[in-house]
């Protein structure tokens, strides 16, 4: 499986494969009816205090994907759903609104799937 991270405004390609929107709050600007997603994954995004503590400081890089891994490890409904959504398809692109390009949740939920959900039959 393949995990791309893209920005929600950028143009659906079909190379996207299955594309998760894994925000919690939706991207202003946008219509729900236009976007084109296959599932909306707002249970794994970050809860609103830990989005708001980060707040995309560089600095809160690593205590941020600690206290979010932590979060995803007790949020098991969550992550079952998620995993249902992974198998679907060998390309996977999590989509996220943020201006932020390397340090925001996209890239650490695929850095989290990748090291913590590989080992496990999807």
Same mark, same amino acid.
């Given at each position: 499986?393949?995990? =791309? ?5 950028? $143009?659906?390609? $079909? /190379?996207?494969?299955?594309? #998760?929107?894994?925000?919690? *709050?939706w991207?202003?600007?946008? /219509? ?5 997603? =296959?599932?909306?994954? $707002?249970?794994?995004?970050?809860s609103?205090? *830990?989005?708001?503590?980060?707040? &995309?400081d ?10 979010? !891994?932590?979060?995803?490890? /007790?949020?098991?409904?969550? *992550?079952?759903?998620?995993?249902? &959504?992974? =198998? ?6 999590? *989509?996220? /609104? ?17 090291? !913590?959900?590989?080992? #496990?039959?999807?």
């Amino acid at each position: 499986m393949q995990i =791309h991270i893209k920005r929600i405004y950028e $143009k659906t390609e $079909k /190379s996207d494969g299955v594309r #998760i929107l894994v925000d919690r *709050l939706w991207p202003r600007g946008l /219509s729900k009816e236009k976007v084109e997603i =296959h599932f909306w994954a $707002k249970n794994v995004a970050p809860s609103n205090e *830990l989005r708001k503590w980060y707040n &995309h400081d560089p600095a809160k890089w690593e205590e941020f994907k600690d206290r979010y !891994y932590t979060e995803l490890n /007790s949020n098991s409904d969550a *992550l079952e759903e998620l995993k249902r &959504h992974l =198998h679907k398809e060998s390309v996977i692109t999590f *989509l996220f /609104s943020s201006k932020e390009w390397k340090l925001n949740n996209a890239a650490a939920l695929k850095e989290y799937v990748e090291k !913590y959900l590989a080992n #496990i039959s999807i």
